[in-house]
C-alpha cells in the first residue's frame, strides 16, 4: 500500500515561471498527502529570458524550454496536457477542453497573457506569444529567406524591451541577407522613448546597437491598421511589409472573464499581497495574470519568478493552518537586454553599460536558472514519507483508517462508486440489456455471428488518469480489430490507489471517464466492472465483439509472398522508460502518446479491404516476437528491411542510451530466430525489435500486389508513418527464421526468393 495517501488536490492552471517555481521547490521538499497537479497545453513551456537568444541563434529549443513532464515528475505531481476555458468557483472545477472537468481543492492560475487583438488587421499579423507559434513561424521564414531571393520587409509592432531584443535577434540572425538588401526590418513605436520606460542612457546604448545591427526604427508612429500591403498609421501613411508582428502589451485571457472572480479593468484576476483571488481564499494566482489590487505590475518574467517562493509557502500553509507570507515585489533589480550577437546592455538604478561581457554574464544567470529545473532528480519509485497529519487536521470529513484490512476484498466504497458513475458519459448499446447497477451485464447477442473476447491489463504508464482510460481502453480494443471484430461491450477491473475518498472518486471518476470516451467512439458499451484499492492505478478490461465467420482474421495465414506492413512506429517502449527515469525529452513523450492514442480501427478495416491473409497487433511482445506468433505455425520465413521501419522521434536516441523497458530482455529471447543479426547490431533497429508497445500499431501480411495501395489508404487514414518493412518468404525448417536487411526495396526480395525457388526446381 500506499505510505502516504492523498488527501487534498493542488492544481495548477498554466506552466508560467511561478508554478515551475513550485514544481521545483516542491520536488525537493515535498508535502505529505497533497496531490499537485499540473494541467497545461504545451508540454514544454519557454523561459522568456532566453527567447531573443534562441531567434538570434545562440540556444536551442531545448535550451530555452522547460521540460514540463519532466518536471512534474521530478515533484511527484500530476500532469495533464490540457487547456483550461472555465473555473467553477461554487463547484471548485476546472473545466478542460474535451475532457471531464477536475475537481481542486486548492487552485492556482499562471495562464499568463494573451495577444491584444484590438489593432485592425491583427488577424494578418504573428504574435510572439504563444512563443511555440513564433518559433515555428521563425523557423519556416529562416528556410524562406534562405531559399528566395526576393528582399522581404518585416515589421515588429512595439517599442519595449520585448521589441528591441526582437528586432536585434533577428537582424543578427539574417545579417547575411539584412546587408545584401534581401531583408528589411523595422521597429514601430507610438511613443518617442525605445525602449519604453529605460532610463536615458540605457535608451541611448539601445538605439545605438539598432543602428550598428540596420534595424530602421520609427519612433511616434501610431499604428492604426494592419493590412495586407503593411501598417498604416493615423495620418494615413502606409509602411509597406511582408510581415508583421506584434509585441505590444497582452490581455488576459477572455475565458476568465467568466470565472465569477474578480478581475481589474484588463480582465487580469484581482489578487492581494499574499497572491490570493479577492474573495476566494483557495485560488491563487501569480505570474502575468495576476494584477495585485494595491497597483499593478509590469508584466516582466522577473517579477513572476520571485513569486513562486511565496506562492510555494502559501499553498501549504493553507492547507497545514500556518501564516501565510507576502509578497514584496522588488523596486530595484538588475535588467539585461540582449542585443542580437554576444552583446548585452545592463541597466540597474538609472546606470547602463553595454559589450559582451554582460552577455556573458546574462549567459550565466539563465543557463544556471534552466538548470534548477533541468538537473533534478528523477526516480521511477516515490520516496517513502510520513503521514501527512498535518493536512489530515484541516479538512472535515476525511476519514481514512491507518491500516487497510482485506476483510472487504479491498473495494471502493458504494457512496465512492455512485457519486462516480453518476458524472459519467451517456452510453447507448443496441445489445445491452442490463449492465451498470444490476449484478451482472445481460447481452443480446445475434446469432449469426461469432462473439470474440479478449483481456488486457495495463499498470498506470501515465499520471492522468483520464488519459491513462483511454489509453487502457484503446490497448484492449486492439485484439478485437486484430481479428477484424466488431466492438460491442467492455468490463472494467479498476485498482485505486489508496487516498481519502473525494480523491477516490475524483480519480474513479476521470478514469471511467477516459475509457467510456474511447468506447464511446468505438460504439462499445460499459456494461459493468468490479473495482478495488491498491498500491498503484491500474486498469484492466475484458471486451466482446462480434464478428462474421467468413471475415475473421487471425495471426496465422501468411503466405509466401506477402509483404509485411506496420501501421504504427516503433519505440513506445524505450521513450517510456526513459520518461520514467526523467531522460526523455517531453515531445518525444508527446509523440509516443500521440502514436498511442491513434485507434487501430481504421487500419484494421483497411487491412481487410486489401485481402490480408494474418493479422495481428504489436503489443509486449514486440514486433520480432508478434512476427514468430505469426510465423511459427506455418514454418514461414521472414526478411525485414531496417531503411522503411518506422521509428518514433526520439525513439533511436532513448534505445541507444540503454533505456529498455523492463519486459525487453525477456523479449530478448526471440533473437535466436534471427539467422544474420550481424546487419541489425549497430542500428538502433535492432533493440527496438523488441521493444514492447503499448497501444502499438498493427502487423499484417498482405498480397504483394495490393501492399502498395494498402500503405496509401492507411497514410490517409491518419496512420502517418505506416509502410512495407519486409516480405514473407518460404522456410524448410520446422521453426520459423527471420533475416535482417540494412536496405533495399522489398521487389528486390520478392524477385530473389522467385529465382533461388527455380534454381532449385
Known sequence: MQEHPNYQDIVLVGGGHAHAIVLQMWAMNPLPGARLTLVSPQIQTAYSGMLPGMVAGHYSLDDTHIDLARLCRAAGARFIQACAHHIDVKARTVSLLGRPPLEYDLLSLDVGATPVRELPGSELAIPIKPIGHFYNFWQKLQKHVQKNRTPLRLGI???????????????????????????????IHAADEIPQGYPFLARKLVARELRSLGVEVHHNWTVAEINEQGVRNNSGDLLGLDQVLLT????????????????????FVLVDSKLRAQGHQEIF??????????????????????????????LRATLTGRPLKRYRPQKRFLSLLSCGGRRAVAVRNGVAAVGAPLWRWKDHIDRSFMHRFSDLPVTMEEMP?????????????ISLASMRCNGCGAKVGPEVLRRAL???PAQQSDYLLRGLG??????????????????????????????????AALHALSDLFAMHARPVSAQVLATLPTAAEEITQRDLQQLLAGAIYELNRHHCVLSGGHTAEGAELQLGLTVNGLAEREQLLEKRGA????????????GIGTIL????????????????????????AAAAGIFAQHGAHALTDVTGFGLLGHLLEMLKPDGLGATLIAEPLPLIPGARQCIERGWLSSLQPQNASAYAYVENPQEWQSLPHWALLTDPQTCGGLLASVPADRAEPCVRALLQSGCSQAAIIGVISSNENPQPKVSLRRDGHWRQLLTRDNEAEHSQV
Request: hydrophobic fraction near 40%; glycine fraction near 10%.
Open 577 to 600: 522508460a526513459a520518461e520514467g527515469m526523467g531522460e526523455a525529452k517531453g515531445r518525444w513523450l508527446q509523440k509516443a502518446l500521440e502514436t498511442m492514442l491513434h485507434s487501430n
Open 422 to 424: 453518476a458524472k459519467l
Open 385 to 397: 514519507t510520513a503521514q501527512p497529519q498535518e493536512i489530515l487536521s484541516q479538512r472535515e470529513g
Open 157 to 187: 509592432i512595439g517599442g519595449g524591451a520585448g521589441g528591441c531584443e526582437l528586432a536585434m535577434a533577428m537582424a543578427h540572425s539574417l545579417e547575411e541577407q539584412l546587408y545584401s538588401g534581401r531583408v528589411q526590418i523595422h521597429l
Open 438 to 471: 444490476d449484478d451482472a451485464a445481460v447481452m443480446d447477442l445475434p446469432s449469426s455471428q461469432l462473439l470474440v473476447q479478449s483481456s488486457d491489463q495495463l499498470r498506470a504508464p501515465v499520471a492522468d488518469p483520464w488519459l491513462f482510460g483511454r489509453l
Open 248 to 267: 505590444t502589451n497582452a490581455c488576459a485571457p477572455p475565458w476568465l472573464a467568466d470565472s465569477q472572480l474578480a478581475l481589474d479593468g484588463k480582465g
Open 285 to 314: 494566482a501569480a505570474g502575468d495574470v495576476a494584477s495585485f489590487s494595491a497597483g499593478p505590475l509590469p508584466k516582466a518574467g522577473v517579477y513572476a519568478v520571485r513569486q513562486g517562493p511565496v506562492l510555494f509557502h502559501n
Open 559 to 570: 503466405h509466401h509472398g506477402d509483404c509485411l506492413i506496420l501501421s504504427k512506429p516503433l
